[in-house]
């Protein structure tokens, strides 16, 4: 462009989403508009790699319709382009602290609670060093040794938090609430609850997924006007699917693959009791904190138990081989 600095900045930035399939071709499904001047003023002159928010110009009551994913640069006479690096699959990208939205589509701030109290279940994921004799095994501590250092991981619109590592067991008893800030309307659903295992940094050794459960919060919780709340879930279990249970030293990329959470489980590795709430934020990052002795009262109730007999009668066998 060839134009004074002032005529150009007053100018807009206009992107539309349309439907490209025949029977609503170029029917419009969102937009977002804004100065170019605003994308001047920012760090390097650069918008990069934002989720532009979507909304029907025609009915701002929608709400958002919609999430865009966009890099803008505005350089100038002089101006060095930014140096941007390929986003890898592994790179973090906090979705709400890079959202850019229309005025009049206010985001309410929200404190995601998830509380962690314990776990049950859980499968071997290190290796067992008994050699078979009671009398050994007891005097090396391998004998009542459970081969799991669980803790769990609570992920959310790029951002995470962990409960503190057990040592040695397969019925960890965390007691923690993991709080995430979030903001709603969010382009986010799914909350992800992850199982590992912590093995140790000093060996070079990454810590081993055990499984994973993903939860809506779509599904607890409610975006209506007039009867609308906040994500609530539990006190529940929540079971925990993934390879078979059976400990193997080196396992294949498609059992790390299961238990990390990519397919679908066709195993049970255990189960977790949980409750999600969320109440206003207070601007506070994530955090990590033991659960008030209240609640630990209040949960009681589900970790109840009823005793059941199973009777399995034989009655006669034929035709066996010898």
């Known amino acids: 462009f060839n134009e004074k600095p002032d005529a150009f900045f007053d100018g807009m930035l206009d992107l539309a989403v349309y439907d490209a399939k025949k029977l609503r071709k170029d029917a419009l499904l969102g937009s977002f508009a804004m100065d170019l001047g605003m994308v001047y003023e920012e760090l390097d002159h650069s918008f990069i790699r934002k989720w532009a928010m979507l909304t029907d110009p025609r009915d701002r009551a929608k709400g958002v319709v919609g999430y865009l994913k966009i890099s803008v640069t505005v350089l100038g006479p002089g101006d060095e382009a930014p140096i941007v690096g390929a986003l890898g699959a592994d790179d973090d990208d906090d979705v709400e602290s890079n959202l850019l939205r229309p005025g009049g589509v206010d985001l309410e701030p929200l404190d995601l609670i998830v509380k962690v109290f314990e776990a049950e279940d859980l499968p071997q994921m290190d290796p067992n060093f008994s050699v078979g004799i009671k009398q050994i095994d007891k005097l090396t501590g391998q004998a009542s040794r459970m081969n799991c250092d669980p803790y769990m991981r609570v992920s959310f619109a790029g951002k995470s938090i962990a409960t503190t590592p057990i040592q040695n067991t397969y019925f960890p008893m965390w007691n923690e609430e993991c709080m995430l800030p ?31 459960h993903t939860l809506s919060l779509s599904q607890m919780s409610s975006n209506d006007a007039d009867k609308g709340f906040f994500p609530a879930f539990g006190p529940a279990y929540v079971n925990f699917y993934g390879a078979p249970r059976e400990f193997t030293t080196f396992e294949s990329s498609y059992t790390e693959g299961l238990n990390a959470g990519l397919g679908e489980g066709v195993a049970y590795r255990g189960r ?3 409750e999600i709430v969320a109440v206003p934020g207070a601007g506070e990052p994530e955090k990590s904190q033991a659960i008030s002795e209240a609640d630990l009262g209040r949960v009681e109730i589900f970790k109840a138990r009823k005793k059941f007999t199973l009777q399995v009668v034989f009655l006669e066998a034929l035709m066996l081989c010898k």
Not at 188 to 202: I, K, P, V
């Open 182 to 212: 979030i903001q709603v309307p969010s382009m986010c659903d799914a909350l992800r609850l992850q199982l590992l295992d912590s093995d140790m940094a000093l060996l070079g050794n990454s810590d081993d997924s055990i499984a994973v």
């Open 272 to 274: 977790a009791l949980l």
